[in-house]
């Protein structure tokens, strides 16, 4: 199982990026993915959550105005993108998929590798 997270950069605050997480080998239909920002010093927090076929979408408050989750399971892909981004939402984003919805990172089976977004303000 591979999971290729892609996307990030360096972006001035209040700019966007789309993130996007590429899978393979596994059923990608059958697990929720979720992205997780890892700010430099600190642990793994929950940014978003999508479900198996996009029937439910969670967001950390965080981002909750400003970001979408998606995902197309016909490419095997999802999708994390964040408008007016700020200083604080500089760091590693990865994506993790499991069977089911969590918001523990603990709980994730697959990971990728992560993708570096720098805000400057």
């Known amino acids: 199982v591979q999971l290729q997270a892609s996307g990030g950069g360096l972006v001035q605050a209040g700019g966007s990026l789309r993130l996007s997480c590429a899978a393979s080998?596994?059923?990608?239909?059958?697990?929720?993915v979720g992205w997780f920002h890892q700010a430099p010093g600190t642990g793994r927090v929950l940014v978003a959550t999508?479900?198996?076929?996009?029937?439910?979408?969670n967001y950390a408050d965080s981002v909750k105005d400003r970001s979408t989750i998606s995902r197309d399971n016909a490419k095997n892909t999802a999708y994390l993108q964040i408008n007016s981004l700020k200083p604080e939402d500089t760091g590693t984003y990865y994506c993790a998929a499991r069977r089911y919805y969590s918001p523990h990172a603990s709980e994730y089976e697959f990971w990728g590798q992560g993708t570096q977004v720098t805000v400057s303000s």
């Open positions: 999508i479900s198996q076929t996009d029937k439910s979408r």
């Open positions: 080998g596994l059923l990608f239909s059958n697990y929720a």
